[in-house]
């Protein structure tokens, strides 16, 4: 069954996350929308509608049977269940918003619409970029049932020191986990395929740690964190999302905050996540174009794909950092620094296209990630239109 993930009307208010995704490609929990949807409903062909100039990357839907949906929500068993049982031309709704659809693509209109069930249960909605951060231990714990049942955790070495329920910590196939202290009182900790706990750690869950990532030596992380994969992170952090292939490998805190990919934060770059007066944050809002108020006392940063901090760069809390931004210059950086600015500061020039084209192309390739056309047609776009 191919699964056919509708941005709706949620993408503009993922921004800046969704500059260069379509909603399902965002990471919470452990998985990204995506593969949590593929293996609920245990499928791999998948596409998405989206925004025009993503769709290059990001692959239309075949015209034939689907199941169209919405995807940024956890379902619970009971909606699991409606969901699998949907037949052709049966939908269901969600305080008035279509949720999932079983449709055919190759004449595709929601007109195809023949039933529409109400689901009444309280389902984990995601709405907005904080909600990344704040459900986050909710989706650990879904994604953790989800990867490990049935499955046999790696035993944790006895040079580490554990606290906690001995289930609640499962280490993947190929991971290392050695001289730290790992602590699943407060939540589940799984290390993923690969990963690797450098020396001196120490970890309070909820954590996911995903393929092929560090924590670097003497890491503090407070839950609930989740680091995507192909990524390094050192320092002290508390309850952030690394959606992948970003690195903060040095001293300095980011706390209650969501990085996309291909980002670096530099030596000693310190988020604020809690304002002086303790007052809720406000946060730029792109739909609305003015900053809303969260109502959230505790709220860092949220930053687009392949942007950058240099050292010692210190960040005022609720920032929102556009994509491929290049922060270095002196001094607090306003609390929206734009897509591809040069400096950080409002009103600095833009970062020249064509070096930001060089940079992504250097950063990836150390992933062994090719800078494709359909990457380098997107930061165009962006550059031109945002």
Same mark, same amino acid.
């Given at each position: 069954?191919?699964?056919?993930?509708?941005?709706?009307?949620?993408?503009?208010?993922?921004?800046?996350?969704?500059?260069?995704?379509?909603?399902?490609?965002?990471?919470?929990?452990?998985?990204?929308?995506?593969?949590?949807?593929?293996?609920?409903?245990?499928?791999?062909? /998948?596409? $998405?509608?989206? %925004?025009?100039?993503?769709?290059? +990357?990001?692959?239309?839907?075949?015209? &034939?049977? #689907?199941? =169209?949906?919405?995807?940024?929500?956890?379902?619970?068993?009971?909606?699991?269940?409606?969901?699998?049982?949907?037949?052709?031309?049966?939908?269901?709704?969600?305080?008035?918003?279509?949720?999932?659809?079983?449709?055919?693509?190759?004449?595709?209109?929601?007109?195809?619409?023949?039933?529409?069930?109400?689901?009444?249960?309280?389902?984990?909605?995601?709405?907005?970029?904080?909600?990344?951060?704040?459900?986050?231990?909710?989706? /650990?714990? $879904?994604?953790? %049932?989800?990867?490990?049942?049935? +499955?046999?955790?790696?035993?944790?070495? &006895?040079? #580490?020191? =554990?606290?906690?329920?001995?289930?609640?910590?499962?280490?993947?196939?190929?991971?290392?986990?050695?001289?730290?202290?790992?602590?699943?009182?407060?939540?589940?900790?799984?290390?993923?395929?690969?990963?690797?706990?450098?020396?001196?750690?120490?970890?309070?869950?909820?954590?996911?740690?995903?393929?092929?990532?560090?924590?670097?030596?003497?890491?503090?992380?407070?839950?609930?964190?989740?680091?995507?994969?192909?990524?390094?992170?050192?320092?002290?952090?508390?309850?952030?999302?690394?959606?992948?292939?970003?690195?903060?490998?040095?001293?300095?805190?980011?706390?209650?905050?969501?990085?996309?990919?291909?980002?670096?934060?530099?030596?000693?770059?310190?988020?604020?996540?809690?304002?002086?007066?303790?007052?809720?944050?406000?946060?730029?809002?792109?739909?609305?174009?003015?900053?809303?108020?969260?109502?959230?006392?505790?709220?860092?940063?949220?930053?687009?794909?392949?942007?950058?901090?240099?050292?010692?760069?210190?960040?005022?809390?609720?920032?929102?950092?556009?994509?491929?931004?290049?922060?270095?210059?002196?001094?607090?950086?306003?609390?929206?620094?734009?897509?591809?600015?040069?400096?950080?500061?409002?009103?600095?020039?833009?970062?020249?296209?064509?070096?930001?084209?060089?940079?992504?192309?250097?950063?990836?390739?150390?992933?062994?990630?090719?800078?494709?056309?359909?990457?380098?047609?997107?930061?165009?776009?962006?550059?031109?239109?945002?």
């Amino acid at each position: 069954m191919q699964l056919v993930f509708s941005d709706a009307q949620f993408w503009e208010d993922f921004l800046p996350l969704t500059f260069t995704r379509p909603v399902a490609e965002m990471r919470c929990g452990i998985l990204t929308f995506t593969e949590r949807w593929q293996k609920l409903l245990d499928t791999q062909e /998948i596409s $998405f509608i989206t %925004e025009d100039f993503l769709q290059e +990357k990001f692959k239309h839907p075949h015209p &034939k049977e #689907s199941l =169209f949906i919405v995807p940024n929500f956890l379902p619970t068993k009971s909606v699991l269940d409606q969901i699998k049982n949907l037949k052709l031309g049966d939908a269901l709704v969600y305080e008035n918003e279509l949720l999932v659809a079983k449709v055919n693509m190759e004449d595709f209109s929601l007109n195809q619409i023949e039933k529409m069930t109400d689901i009444h249960e309280e389902l984990l909605f995601f709405r907005q970029p904080t909600d990344l951060f704040s459900f986050n231990e909710k989706a /650990i714990d $879904f994604d953790y %049932e989800l990867l490990t049942k049935g +499955k046999v955790s790696q035993e944790l070495s &006895k040079t #580490s020191g =554990f606290l906690g329920n001995i289930d609640d910590l499962f280490i993947e196939e190929g991971a290392s986990v050695e001289f730290s202290t790992l602590n699943t009182k407060s939540g589940k900790i799984y290390i993923g395929k690969n990963a690797e706990v450098m020396e001196g750690c120490h970890l309070r869950g909820p954590i996911a740690l995903c393929e092929e990532s560090k924590f670097n030596l003497g890491a503090k992380v407070y839950g609930a964190t989740t680091i995507g994969p192909h990524s390094k992170v050192g320092g002290e952090v508390n309850n952030i999302v690394i959606f992948g292939y970003s690195n903060k490998g040095h001293d300095g805190f980011v706390g209650n905050s969501v990085i996309g990919e291909w980002c670096n934060l530099g030596a000693d770059t310190n988020s604020s996540n809690l304002k002086n007066n303790y007052a809720t944050v406000k946060l730029w809002n792109y739909r609305s174009k003015r900053f809303l108020d969260t109502g959230l006392q505790f709220a860092g940063l949220i930053m687009g794909d392949h942007s950058k901090t240099a050292i010692n760069t210190q960040l005022n809390t609720g920032t929102i950092v556009g994509v491929a931004a290049n922060i270095f210059k002196i001094g607090f950086p306003p609390n929206l620094v734009e897509n591809f600015s040069w400096g950080g500061m409002k009103g600095d020039e833009k970062f020249k296209l064509e070096k930001a084209y060089e940079v992504a192309e250097k950063a990836m390739a150390r992933r062994k990630v090719p800078f494709a056309d359909a990457e380098r047609n997107i930061l165009k776009y962006i550059y031109n239109e945002f």
